[in-house]
C-alpha cells in the first residue's frame, strides 16, 4: 500500500487511477466530442450513457451504508445533494428531444463515506474538462447553453467546488486507513466507469 501511504491524498488518488483515466481519453465517444465532431445522434446517446452513470451513482451515494454517509462527508465540507448532475443530464436530453429512461450503470452499494469519497473524486473530476468539452460542442449547438450544462458544471461555483473537493479529499485522507478505502472507492469508480462505456 506504499502508494496511499505518503505524500498528499490527491497524489495517492492520481498514482493509483491514472492509468484508467488515460484511457478513458481514448473512448471514441469522447473523443469525437473533444474534438467537435461529435453527431447529434452519438452525443444523445453519449448523454443518456453519462445520466444513467451519474444518476445511479447519486442513489448509491444518497442511499448509503447503516452509517449516515452525509453526516460524514459533511464533516469534510461535501454537500452530497449539492454536486448531484444527473438532473443536468436529463435536461440537456430533453433540449435534444430525447425524455426517454436512461439505462441505469450497475453501481454497487458504497460501503462508508471514505469509499464514497473516492467516487466523488471520480464524479467530480469529470468536471475539469467539461468546459473545454462544452466550447467543442458550437458547430452541434452554436451558442445555446441548453444541452451542454452537465459539461458546464457548477456554473459560477464550478472553481469553487472543486477546491472545496479537494479539501475534502485531504481532510478524509489525513487517516491512513480512510485513504486506504478512499483510493480503493476511486479505483472502482474509474474501472465502472470505463466499463460502462467500453463496447458491448
Do not use: K, N
Amino acid at each position: 500500500m506504499s502508494e496511499v501511504a505518503g505524500g498528499s491524498a490527491r497524489d495517492a488518488l492520481r498514482a493509483a487511477t491514472g492509468a484508467v483515466h488515460e484511457r478513458l481519453h481514448g473512448v471514441a465517444a469522447f473523443a469525437r466530442l473533444g474534438a467537435g465532431t461529435i453527431t447529434r445522434d452519438d452525443y444523445r446517446a453519449l448523454l443518456a450513457r453519462l445520466q444513467g452513470f451519474h444518476q445511479a451513482l447519486e442513489a448509491a451515494l444518497a442511499g448509503g451504508p447503516a452509517t449516515d454517509m452525509a453526516t460524514d462527508m459533511a464533516a469534510w465540507g461535501i454537500d452530497l445533494a449539492a454536486r448531484w448532475r444527473s438532473g443536468l443530464l436529463a435536461a440537456d436530453r430533453a433540449a435534444l428531444g430525447d425524455a426517454t429512461p436512461a439505462p441505469l450503470a450497475p453501481i454497487p452499494p458504497i460501503p462508508g463515506a471514505a469509499a464514497a469519497m473516492g467516487w466523488i473524486y471520480v464524479s467530480e473530476g469529470s468536471t475539469l474538462g467539461g468546459l473545454h468539452l462544452a466550447r467543442a460542442l458550437d458547430p452541434l449547438l452554436g451558442d445555446a447553453a441548453e444541452g451542454r450544462r452537465f459539461l458546464l458544471g457548477h456554473g459560477a461555483r464550478h472553481g469553487a467546488m472543486w477546491r472545496e473537493c479537494c479539501a475534502a479529499i485531504e481532510a478524509c485522507g489525513a487517516d491512513p486507513a480512510r485513504r486506504r478505502a478512499m483510493v480503493a472507492g476511486a479505483v472502482e469508480g474509474f474501472h465502472r466507469f470505463e466499463d460502462w462505456f467500453s463496447p458491448a
